[in-house]
């Protein structure tokens, strides 16, 4: 039956491989699980509701996606646009955390119909062969910035923006240990190298935690070094979200000026999230063919937005592929199951939450995100360097990425650099159509956002 669902043998794979694949991605991503409660509970939501939406959602799109695309990409409500959620749409525009819910439930509606249109395809296929291969480089070096961050090696600092962490911080030295030891392993070919360098990560850190009581908290008092759980059953099931988004339509549309820009901004930074990740995952594992074509990409695209209108109906932000999704392939994910067993593991993660939240610590997921990053960033090989107009485009979308800290963002940038480079050379031509449509709205987006 698996053989039948998801062309293992085709896809030069194993049930146990895909398994592995999928664990490694949902311990990549079970992050969300307790960062999102914290993000919309500031826009005034009840973080247990939020907790059981992103559970439930995430399991939804990818078992969605699983079985629908084939792809071994997982969902969940995506950074970023979670926090365009609180702060910008419901702290800065003043609408309601309900009204914000109406207007990713819209913006989910309008994924839909051009998902099913071929219009969203048609987009990505646009998108110039070699800015692809950028893309998927960026978003591994942007994947390896969010670990170094999450885990303290990397800090904000007054002077320099970012700077180095402190060597003497248990997280710090734990995510570095994490990082050798994962490239070690990588460099020595051991199966599912990514996987087994997280779980010693955890293990050691659960040592140094339980035995020697090294302990290391966060502002609001939660620990931050894997621990052994204080308990492993959550009968919590707060569902107070669900259906919230009704109440706040009238709100929404209340201002359709304002409405428009909180649905076009959820719609934008998903669109171009999604297409960044689905197109780095593709490239990754042969799913983009010879004319840059992303294979299969509309069930992919439906599946994406079938967990947004989910997601916003049980009450959480937009649901997205996500970029995390890589470091299961980096151990052989090939094929939906790799997304079925990481929405299976959402579902249970309603139950054992706590034992979730005690382990997926950044400093455990940091060094897949870095080594995955490394593997992504060998994209970069792809591109013709000595064509000015590819290396500019390829130079801004991984740049910007990484230092706006967006998907959606480095991705605007390089179309622009694209465009302008294009024109410089005289091949003003050989722009398809919709690319010069693309610059327009992204002008357009950073005019309203910036």
Do not use: C
């Not at 950028?134 to 700077?163: D, M, P, Q």
């Amino acid at each position: 039956m698996l053989e039948k669902l998801f062309k293992l043998n085709a896809k030069n794979t194993s049930v146990k491989t895909e398994i592995i694949a999928g664990i490694t991605t949902f311990l990549a991503m079970a992050y969300i699980l307790g960062v999102n409660p914290g993000i919309l509970g500031d826009a005034g939501m009840d973080p247990q509701a939020v907790f059981m939406a992103t559970a439930i959602s995430a399991a939804i799109a990818s078992i969605v996606m699983g079985l629908l695309a084939n792809y071994p990409v997982a969902l969940a409500p995506g950074m970023g646009v979670n926090a365009l959620f609180s702060y910008t749409v419901v702290m800065r525009m003043g609408f309601s955390w309900q009204a914000a819910l109406a207007a990713v439930f819209v913006s989910g509606v309008v994924f839909l119909l051009i998902s099913v249109t071929g219009i969203r395809k048609m987009i990505i296929n646009a998108i110039p062969k070699q800015l692809k291969l950028a893309v998927g480089a960026g978003i591994g070096f942007f994947i390896a910035f969010v670990g170094l961050k999450n885990a303290g090696i990397i800090v904000a600092n007054a002077s320099t923006a970012v700077g180095l962490g402190s060597f003497q911080s248990p997280i710090v030295l734990l995510a570095v240990f994490g990082i050798l030891v994962t490239i070690f392993l990588v460099i020595k070919k051991v199966p599912a190298a990514v996987f087994v360098g997280m779980i010693i990560t955890a293990a050691v850190g659960i040592v140094a935690h339980e035995a020697f009581g090294v302990s290391v908290l966060d502002a609001n008092g939660l620990e931050l070094m894997p621990a052994l759980p204080t308990s492993f059953i959550s009968t919590n099931f707060e569902m107070s979200a669900m259906g919230s988004f009704m109440d706040g339509m009238g709100e929404l549309f209340a201002v359709p000026g304002a409405a428009f820009v909180a649905i076009f901004s959820f719609l934008f930074v998903d669109f171009f999230d999604t297409a960044g990740t689905l197109v780095a995952i593709g490239n990754r594992i042969g799913l983009v063919n010879d004319k840059g074509e992303l294979e299969n990409a509309e069930k992919a695209l439906v599946a994406d937005a079938v967990g947004t209108v989910v997601g916003a109906a049980l009450g959480t932000s937009t649901v997205t592929s996500f970029v995390e999704s890589s470091s299961g392939v980096g151990v052989g994910g090939r094929t939906g199951l790799t997304a079925v067993t990481a929405g299976v593991l959402f579902l249970l993660s309603i139950f054992i939450s706590p034992i979730v939240l005690s382990t997926a610590v950044s400093a455990v997921t940091a060094p897949a995100l870095v080594v995955v990053g490394i593997m992504m960033a060998q994209q970069l090989k792809g591109i013709d360097w000595d064509d000015m107009v590819f290396a500019a485009a390829g130079f801004i979308t991984v740049v910007f990425m990484i230092l706006s800290y967006s998907i959606s963002n480095g991705i605007a940038m390089g179309f622009i650099a694209y465009t302008v480079a294009m024109v410089a050379a005289g091949k003003v031509k050989q722009i398809n159509p919709i690319v010069w449509a693309l610059v327009i709205i992204f002008i357009l987006y950073f005019g309203w956002l910036i």
